[in-house]
């Protein structure tokens, strides 16, 4: 018989114990599952903002990944970018395609948001374009005509490219007499990569001399506002050029 005034226990203090540890194990399993959560979602939106940006400004759609935690994502603040884009036209230049990687950048969410890319820490950036030598030919035409004796005049160079050389071939009119061309060269680097140019390999042997001619000018190329940028690199390929632009210097 129990006395009077005597308190029912509610379970053996091993129980108690267990149902103390119990309530921060669910809350520490809660947390671990909104943290999983947001790590799925923020890199999604943050990898669709991204698409939408580059859809505004180039034209294409692009595959995009992003990678950071969740909370660095949400300030714009990121690991590893990776953006890839396929045949596109750029600034009047068609694009075979652009691959882009980006390293410990920051960039202005409101920005992203409206379209716009505003570099907040540049980190490290290398994008890889590849350039068919129909792209190259606009270039090296404008460039051949604006580096022509005065008084010369000829209609745009066959170009032709190959891993070993790019081929000018085509005809110039000085003083009245027609006069055929072909000059082998390759592509150099000028102005601590601000500007590529065609440079010839023999001017002895070629009926038309030129100096280093401008064909691109980073200017002209892909950019991001805030983002220094230099043609780190140029590869010639069957058929087209592969640029490789880099930053900072």
């Known amino acids: 018989m129990k006395p ?14 267990r149902r103390r540890l119990a309530a921060p194990l669910v809350l520490l399993t809660i947390v ?6 947001l790590q799925i979602y923020v890199p999604h939106e943050a990898e669709a903002a991204i698409a939408s940006a580059v ?17 660095q994502l ?19 230049y068609r694009l075979q395609s652009a691959d882009l990687a980006w390293q410990d950048g920051q960039v202005d969410l409101g920005a992203l948001v409206a379209g716009q890319v ?4 540049s980190g490290s950036f290398r994008l890889n374009l590849v350039m068919n030598q129909q792209a190259l030919r606009q270039a090296v035409a404008e ?6 004796p005065a008084g010369a005049s000829g209609s745009p160079p066959a170009i032709s490219v190959t891993p070993k050389a790019i081929t000018l071939s085509g005809k110039v009119t000085f003083l009245d007499l027609p006069v055929r061309y072909r000059i082998d060269g390759d592509l150099v680097l000028l102005e601590a ?17 030129l100096a280093a001619v401008p064909v691109l000018r980073m200017r002209d ?8 940028l230099h043609v780190a690199a140029v590869h010639l390929m069957r058929g087209a050029l592969g640029i490789t632009v880099a930053g900072p210097s």
Request: charged share 20%.
């Open 4 to 17: 009077k005034g005597a308190h029912r226990l509610t379970g053996t203090p091993r129980r108690r114990r």
């Open 32 to 37: 671990l599952l909104v943290a999983v959560g």
């Open 55 to 71: 859809r505004q400004n180039v034209g294409t759609s692009a595959s995009v990944q992003v990678q950071g935690y969740f909370w």
């Open 74 to 92: 949400a300030q714009g603040d990121f690991q590893n970018l990776r953006v890839r884009i396929g045949p596109s036209d750029f600034q009047g």
């Open 118 to 121: 505003k570099v907040l820490r």
């Open 143 to 148: 460039a051949m005509r604006q580096a022509l």
């Open 193 to 209: 990569g601000q500007v590529v140019a065609f440079k010839a390999r023999d001017l002895n042997n070629s009926v038309l001399h």
């Open 221 to 228: 190329m892909p950019t991001i506002p805030g983002l220094p």
